[in-house]
């Protein structure tokens, strides 16, 4: 005789995955399938080019008929490499980074025919300089104007823009036409499009998708060779998470982190807040919000290049000064995603984003009258739990 159960029960037993909105397995393994996938697609004559920042443009990289792929590195194995020819105090991602290309551990960068870099901040472009010296991989970098929003921005990253269309044309002897700039931009704001109504799941109360689950999709995703693929896989995720199986209940605190990029292997203070049964509901981060919003109107017939010169000097980094739009786009995210706490998080030696605590501070205590916290760590376990005690601490001061 079949065995009777309470449904509830059933899915108990079955394990955690049962209980959740959304089934990450499918990203777990797109690590290896990506892989495979780029050797492919390098087999068969297509070029790819790798990233290191969301200033990188990725349209272009598409229009040359590239396969545009981001490098910066989130693994705290690839330092030791990187303080053989870099300074100890030093941004972590920079140095994982570097790391990472110098000790050819990454497949991703092995496999790159070039890579583009950019004059952000100094720790990232003098590590390109030194990239360069050791003559492992093609390095071009992009010079960033800092002022952001402004006309001589928008002419000096034009103009920048123009070069690298330049350099990739000769490259890769490719015209880069502007229909094929037009299909480029068509694509990266769809991918946009469906990042966002992904991440937009999480203003629901309660939160569907936990901080880790939303990384794990979103960071392996990054990787898929096929970005039209790409966009389907988000686009089926979102429409198919199950609201009866959200992460939290009503009582679980919602957590924006914003600050320095976050990926695999760099996640720990997620996985601290989500261990405190607090959950991260939002991230205003590369990887996370920080762009998900810029879209450029495919209909506006002026130069497409122009038209993405004026999204790129929109991108709210601390690297720009002043930085207001991030100010506005953290106090935006409180609203929309129902926020009860802000943590902000600054890798180790990152100068602007941990001077620019001071106004997030102002704006999410002051104006928002929420709790804060700003967090200044690098991606080793070794104060795991310091920050534990830290984040319980902030968790217990929020209502
Ligand atoms: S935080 Fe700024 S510098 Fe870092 S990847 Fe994002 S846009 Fe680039
Ligand atoms: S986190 Fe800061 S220091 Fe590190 S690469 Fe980004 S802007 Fe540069």
Request: charged share 25%; glycine share 6%.
């Amino acid at each position: 005789m079949e065995k009777f159960m309470i449904p509830a029960a059933e899915k108990i037993l079955k394990g955690d995955k049962m209980l959740k909105s959304i089934d990450t397995d499918v990203f777990e393994s797109l690590r290896t399938k990506n892989v495979d996938a780029l050797i492919a697609a390098k087999n068969s004559g297509s070029r790819i080019i790798g990233m290191y920042c969301a200033y990188c443009p990725r349209e272009l990289i598409l229009a040359a008929g590239a396969i545009p792929i981001g490098l910066c590195g989130t693994v705290e194995s690839a330092i030791p490499d990187a303080e053989k020819d870099l300074p100890r105090n030093l941004c972590p991602m920079v140095k994982s980074s570097y790391g990472l290309a110098v000790s050819d551990k990454c497949p991703y960068f092995a496999l790159s025919d070039m890579v583009i870099g950019e004059t952000t901040c100094d720790g990232k472009k003098k590590m390109f300089e030194i990239m360069e010296s050791k003559n492992i991989k093609d390095v071009y970098v992009m010079h960033l104007p800092q002022m952001p929003d402004n006309n001589v921005s928008v002419d000096l990253w034009l103009s920048e823009l123009r070069r690298l269309k330049d350099y990739l044309g000769k490259k890769f002897h490719v015209q880069i036409t502007d229909a094929k700039l037009r299909e480029a931009i068509h694509i990266t704001n769809e991918e946009k499009r469906v990042l966002q109504k992904l991440l937009d799941l999480n203003q629901q109360q309660p939160v569907l998708i936990s901080g880790m689950d939303m990384l794990k999709i979103t960071y392996r995703i990054g990787f898929h060779p096929d970005r039209k693929e790409a966009i389907r896989l988000i686009e089926q995720v979102a429409d198919g998470v199950n609201r009866a199986f959200p992460a939290g209940d009503l009582k679980t605190k919602r957590i924006l982190l914003t600050g320095t990029p976050v990926g695999i292997g760099s996640e720990k203070v997620i996985k601290l807040v989500e261990e405190s049964n607090a959950l991260i509901v939002a991230q205003e981060n590369c990887g996370g919000y920080k762009n998900v919003g810029l879209h450029i109107d495919e209909n506006d017939p002026i130069d497409p290049l122009l038209l993405m010169a004026r999204k790129y000097m929109k991108i709210p980094c601390s690297v720009m000064s002043p930085n207001n739009d991030r100010i506005d786009l953290i106090k935006k995210m409180i609203r929309d995603f129902h926020i009860d706490g802000v943590i902000d998080l600054t890798w180790q030696a990152c100068h602007t984003y941990n001077l620019e605590s001071y106004m997030v501070a102002k704006a999410v205590k002051d104006d928002m009258g929420l709790p804060f916290l700003h967090l200044e760590t690098d991606y080793s376990q070794s104060d795991v739990e310091t920050l534990r005690v830290r984040i319980e601490a902030f968790l217990e001061m929020i209502n």
